[in-house]
T-cell receptor, first 114, second 112 residues
Framework: KAGVTQTPRYLIKTRGQQVTLSCSPI?????VSWYQQTPGQGLQFLFE???????NKGNFPGRFSGRQFSNSRSEMNVSTLELGDSALYLC?????????????FGPGTRLTVL | GENVEQHPSTLSVQEGDSAVIKCTYS??????FPWYKQELGKGPQLIID?????GEKKDQRIAVTLNKTAKHFSLHITETQPEDSAVYFC???????????FGQGTRLTINP
């Protein structure tokens, strides 16, 4: 099976712009979670989607949003970019079945805000 | 909310020796504890996980132990090899793995 894929892998934006990142989960996986990774704050949970509904949310401002499509693919959007949004954005998918809730991560999208 | 502390932040061991990384968690309701390995330019890769109904789990050279009373869990890597060099993260969650809280990571270096 193909792993979690994320596009694009690298992105450079300027302050004030908005950005959309895409994630395709492992085939058959229905839960998609997003994390932000920075040297200072480490790995932090953004939100999780299951069956097109946001089920869990972390402590990030409303500028960070996401959605999930009927095929389980997910996108996250960051509006009004700030310098501090520069980070590696990771997507993870899981099967969402009893005893099979392990999260598998994609390679990430490296976002640089100038 | 949950808080996970991970130590040490860096660890250097000789090839063939053992490495131990420790994590403590704050929320006694947490019941799932995975460990991830992250190599440069890649996403975290699950290497082993343990649930709160188990005290120890082993997979070849890797083992994880869990002490629910003390709220800490540890990763043990035996017979270390150069390819074990990476950053290792512990995590904790409750009610499934969808909202993982991660430790700050340990940079493990295996010296030949």
């Amino acid at each position: 099976k193909a792993g979690v894929t994320q596009t694009p892998r690298y992105l450079i934006k300027t302050r004030g712009q908005q950005v959309t990142l895409s994630c395709s989960p492992i085939s058959g996986h229905r839960s998609v979670s997003w994390y932000q990774q920075t040297p200072g704050q480490g790995l932090q949970f953004l939100f999780e989607y299951f069956s097109e509904t946001q089920r869990n949310k972390g402590n990030f401002p409303g500028r960070f949003s996401g959605r999930q499509f009927s095929n389980s693919r997910s996108e996250m959007n960051v509006s009004t970019l700030e310098l501090g949004d520069s980070a590696l954005y990771l997507c993870a998918s899981s099967l969402e079945a009893v005893g099979s809730d392990t999260q598998y991560f994609g390679p990430g999208t490296r976002l640089t805000v100038l | 909310g949950e808080n996970v502390e991970q130590h040490p932040s860096t660890l250097s061991v000789q090839e063939g020796d053992s490495a131990v990384i420790k994590c403590t968690y704050s929320d006694s309701a947490s019941n799932y504890f995975p460990w991830y390995k992250q190599e440069l330019g890649k996403g975290p890769q699950l290497i082993i996980d343990i649930r709160s109904n188990v005290g120890e789990k082993k997979d070849q050279r890797i083992a994880v132990t869990l002490n629910k009373t003390a709220k800490h869990f540890s990763l043990h890597i035996t017979e270390t090899q150069p390819e074990d060099s990476a950053v290792y993260f512990c995590a904790a969650s409750k009610g499934g793995a969808q909202k993982l809280v991660f430790g700050q990571g340990t940079r493990l270096t295996i010296n030949p």
